[in-house]
C-alpha cells in the first residue's frame, strides 16, 4: 500500500522511501530506520526545490541518471554531522598516554575518518602540540569524510564562537584567532594547526583506500552506529591491515564490536587494538 500525507509539499510515498533507503545504503552504508521518514523527507524535500522537481520520484529519477552531479549532494543531505572539539575528552588523554608509551617513533601517522567539520582532527592536532611542546609535533593528521560540504567547511576552519567556548583560555589563545569587525563572533584556527591536517572526501565503503602505509591511530567514532552489524564487519575488517600491530583504534561511547572480535579486541573504554596483538 502506497502512502503520502496530504499536507505535505511534495508527494512522498513508502515506496520513494524505501528506494531511498536502499540507495543511501548502497552508496554510504547507512542504515536508515524506518522512523527516520520524515526526516528524509525534510531534508531531501530542499534537494527537490534546487532542481525545480515537482514529486520525489522525479528525484529518483534524477538519482537514477549516471550523469547527473546529484549523486553527491544526495549523500551529503543525509549524512549527519554532529561534532565538538575535544569531544569524549578520554580518548584524547589516551592519546597522549600513546604517545609517551612510543618514544622511539619518529613519526605518527593518524587517521580521522569521519571528520566532519573539523573539530575532532583540529582536536587531535591541539592534544600533539601539546604534549609535544611545539607547533610541528611529529605526526600526520589525515582526516577523512563522505560529505564534500562539511569538508569545506573543516578545510577553512571558520567556526562561530560558541563551538569552542568550552575551551580554556589558554587553548583559546594558542590555537584560536578571534575576529574583529564583520567577523565579530567567529573564531579561525591557526595556520599551524591547519597545517598538520589533510583533508581527503572518502567513502569507507569504497573497495580501495588511497594509502600507502597503516597508521598508529584510527579515530572511527560514531560512525559505525550508522552501519548495520555485516556493514560494521565489512569495514572494520577493512581496517586490519591499515592499522599497525600496535596501534589503536578509537570508537563513539555508544559503539562496540563483539561481533568483531576475531578482529579488534576492547583495550580500555572505546579503545581497541588488533585481535592478533
Same mark, same amino acid.
Given at each position: 500500500?502506497?502512502?503520502?500525507?496530504?499536507?505535505?509539499?511534495?508527494?512522498?510515498?513508502d515506496?520513494?522511501f524505501?528506494?531511498?533507503?536502499? *540507495?543511501?545504503?548502497?552508496?554510504?552504508?547507512?542504515n536508515?530506520?524506518?522512523t527516520? @521518514?520524515?526526516m528524509?523527507?525534510?531534508?531531501l524535500s530542499?534537494r527537490?526545490?534546487?532542481n525545480? *522537481?515537482?514529486?520525489?520520484?522525479?528525484y529518483?529519477?534524477? +538519482?537514477?541518471?549516471?550523469?547527473?552531479d546529484?549523486?553527491?549532494?544526495f549523500v551529503?543531505?543525509?549524512?549527519t554531522? +554532529?561534532?565538538s572539539?575535544?569531544?569524549?575528552?578520554?580518548?584524547?588523554?589516551?592519546?597522549k598516554?600513546y604517545?609517551?608509551?612510543?618514544?622511539d617513533k @619518529? @613519526?605518527?601517522r593518524?587517521?580521522?575518518c569521519?571528520?566532519s567539520?573539523?573539530?575532532e582532527p583540529?582536536?587531535i592536532?591541539m592534544?600533539?602540540?601539546e604534549?609535544?611542546?611545539?607547533?610541528n609535533?611529529?605526526?600526520?593528521?589525515?582526516?577523512?569524510d563522505?560529505d564534500t560540504?562539511?569538508l569545506e567547511?573543516?578545510?577553512?576552519?571558520?567556526?562561530?564562537?560558541?563551538r569552542?567556548?568550552?575551551?580554556?583560555d589558554?587553548r583559546?589563545?594558542?590555537f584560536f584567532?578571534r575576529?574583529k569587525?564583520?567577523?565579530s563572533?567567529l573564531?579561525?584556527v591557526?595556520?599551524? *594547526?591547519?597545517?598538520?591536517?589533510?583533508?581527503?572526501?572518502?567513502?569507507?565503503?569504497?573497495?580501495?583506500w588511497p594509502?600507502?602505509?597503516?597508521?598508529?591511530?584510527?579515530?572511527?567514532?560514531?560512525?559505525?552506529?550508522y552501519?548495520d552489524k555485516p556493514?560494521?564487519?565489512k569495514?572494520?575488517?577493512k581496517?586490519?591491515p591499515? *592499522?599497525k600491530?600496535?596501534?589503536?583504534?578509537?570508537?563513539g561511547h555508544?559503539?562496540?564490536?563483539p561481533?568483531?572480535s576475531?578482529?579488534?579486541?576492547l583495550?580500555?573504554h572505546?579503545?581497541?587494538v588488533?585481535?592478533t596483538?
Amino acid at each position: 500500500m502506497q502512502t503520502s500525507r496530504s499536507d505535505r509539499e511534495f508527494h512522498f510515498t513508502d515506496s520513494n522511501f524505501a528506494t531511498i533507503k536502499a *540507495l543511501i545504503y548502497d552508496r554510504a552504508g547507512i542504515n536508515l530506520a524506518e522512523t527516520k @521518514k520524515d526526516m528524509v523527507y525534510s531534508r531531501l524535500s530542499r534537494r527537490l526545490r534546487v532542481n525545480g *522537481l515537482n514529486s520525489f520520484q522525479q528525484y529518483l529519477d534524477l +538519482l537514477a541518471d549516471p550523469a547527473s552531479d546529484e549523486q553527491q549532494e544526495f549523500v551529503n543531505s543525509l549524512t549527519t554531522n +554532529l561534532a565538538s572539539f575535544f569531544r569524549e575528552a578520554h580518548h584524547f588523554d589516551a592519546l597522549k598516554a600513546y604517545f609517551s608509551e612510543h618514544p622511539d617513533k @619518529k @613519526k605518527f601517522r593518524i587517521w580521522c575518518c569521519a571528520a566532519s567539520t573539523g573539530e575532532e582532527p583540529y582536536s587531535i592536532a591541539m592534544a600533539a602540540i601539546e604534549y609535544f611542546g611545539c607547533y610541528n609535533p611529529p605526526v600526520e593528521i589525515l582526516a577523512s569524510d563522505l560529505d564534500t560540504k562539511v569538508l569545506e567547511k573543516a578545510r577553512q576552519g571558520v567556526y562561530a564562537f560558541e563551538r569552542v567556548e568550552s575551551l580554556s583560555d589558554q587553548r583559546l589563545k594558542a590555537f584560536f584567532f578571534r575576529g574583529k569587525g564583520n567577523n565579530s563572533g567567529l573564531v579561525k584556527v591557526k595556520s599551524e *594547526l591547519q597545517d598538520l591536517v589533510f583533508f581527503l572526501n572518502l567513502n569507507l565503503l569504497n573497495n580501495n583506500w588511497p594509502f600507502d602505509d597503516p597508521f598508529d591511530i584510527i579515530f572511527c567514532r560514531n560512525v559505525m552506529i550508522y552501519f548495520d552489524k555485516p556493514t560494521q564487519y565489512k569495514v572494520l575488517k577493512k581496517f586490519v591491515p591499515y *592499522l599497525k600491530e600496535d596501534g589503536l583504534l578509537f570508537a563513539g561511547h555508544s559503539e562496540s564490536f563483539p561481533h568483531a572480535s576475531d578482529l579488534f579486541r576492547l583495550r580500555k573504554h572505546t579503545v581497541y587494538v588488533k585481535a592478533t596483538k
